[in-house]
């Protein structure tokens, strides 16, 4: 089921497919330094990121929002979905405090600075393991495993390989 909130369709996308409304607005910026899209766009924004915060399993920590993934990649069948959507969702709440900071809006900075750092922690301890190496979930969507929760190493993916900061 699809439905569209503020001007981001969420639904079966996924985080992955509805972060668009957050970072191309935010690209748009960084290229030809033009806000208008930022301010346009903001309140779709925040509404995008309050949905998100409601897909979040309070015994998990993990987005039930994650039904795409790496398809290509052959780690997708270690990682499985979670790992994307929880990078994707931690890089959302960092460009949303970069926009709210440059747009005036301090309280909201704050705010997704906080929520940012609690998400990336979260990414950290779940995904990460004390050499930096990222950690699989088993029951990756071709893996076949029952329980998405128990982890496992993986293919031992160098965490510096993804484009957010997350150390």
């Known amino acids: 089921m699809l439905r569209l909130l ?3 369709l969420v639904g ?5 497919w509805g972060s668009a409304g957050i970072v191309v607005p935010w690209e748009t ?14 309140p779709a924004m925040v509404k995008y990121i309050d949905y998100l ?10 987005s039930s929002d994650g039904q ?28 949303m405090a970069k926009i709210a900071r440059f747009l005036g809006k301090t309280a909201d900075a704050e705010k997704y600075q906080a929520m940012y750092e609690k998400r990336k ?6 995904f990460v393991n004390a050499d930096k190496k990222t950690m ?6 071709r893996m076949g495993g029952a329980d998405n929760r128990q982890h496992r190493p993986s ?3 160098p965490i510096h390989k993804l484009r957010m900061p997350l150390a």
């Open 6 to 8: 503020g001007a981001v």
């Open 12 to 16: 079966f996308c996924g985080v992955l």
């Open 29 to 42: 910026y960084l290229q030809y330094n033009d806000a208008g899209l930022l301010e346009q766009h903001y």
């Open 53 to 62: 915060e409601t897909t979040i399993d309070p015994k998990t920590g993990l």
């Open 68 to 95: 795409l993934g790496d398809w290509l990649g052959p780690q997708n069948n270690m990682l499985g979905t979670a790992i994307l959507v929880t990078a994707y969702h931690a890089y959302d709440l960092d460009i």
């Open 121 to 126: 922690e979260f990414f950290n301890k779940t």
């Open 136 to 141: 699989g979930l088993i029951g990756g969507p």
């Open 155 to 157: 293919l031992r993916l």
